[in-house]
Nanobody, 128 residues
């Protein structure tokens, strides 16, 4: 299956905003992946393991966030474009990481191990 493609990372200062985008592929039957699977954003900071950040299910109201980003990050889906976006506001140096998107069948999950088909990631660096 085709891997998601993340984009939008960069170098910003603390307090700035950034928007990441995850481009998904259609499945075999031409149905947008964004309408079939839950999509998660996960990240890996230097010298740390991957951690869950946010996820969205097949309905827009079905979202999950890790506590450290709740109220600052917003995940959303554009089914027509088959993309999932992560809007990040009031960024902090602790948000510095490579951000990945990945998918799973079923409801969104906070467990990184329940996601498959990971993208290559996009680097986000927040300076203090």
């Amino acid at each position: 299956q085709v891997r998601p493609v993340e984009s939008g990372g960069g170098l910003v200062q603390a307090g700035d905003s950034l928007t990441l985008s995850c481009a998904l592929s259609d499945n075999t039957f031409g149905i947008p992946t964004a309408t079939l699977k839950a999509v998660g954003w996960l990240r890996q900071a230097p010298r740390k393991g991957r951690e869950f950040v946010a996820a969205i299910g097949t309905t827009d109201s079905n979202t999950l966030y890790t506590d450290s980003v709740n109220g600052r990050f917003t995940i959303s889906r554009d089914s027509a474009k088959n993309t999932v976006t992560l809007q990040m506001k009031n960024l902090k140096p602790d948000d510095t990481a490579v951000y990945y998107c990945a998918t799973r069948f079923g409801d969104p999950s906070r467990s990184k191990d329940e996601y498959g088909n990971w993208g290559q990631g996009t680097q986000v660096t927040v300076s203090s």
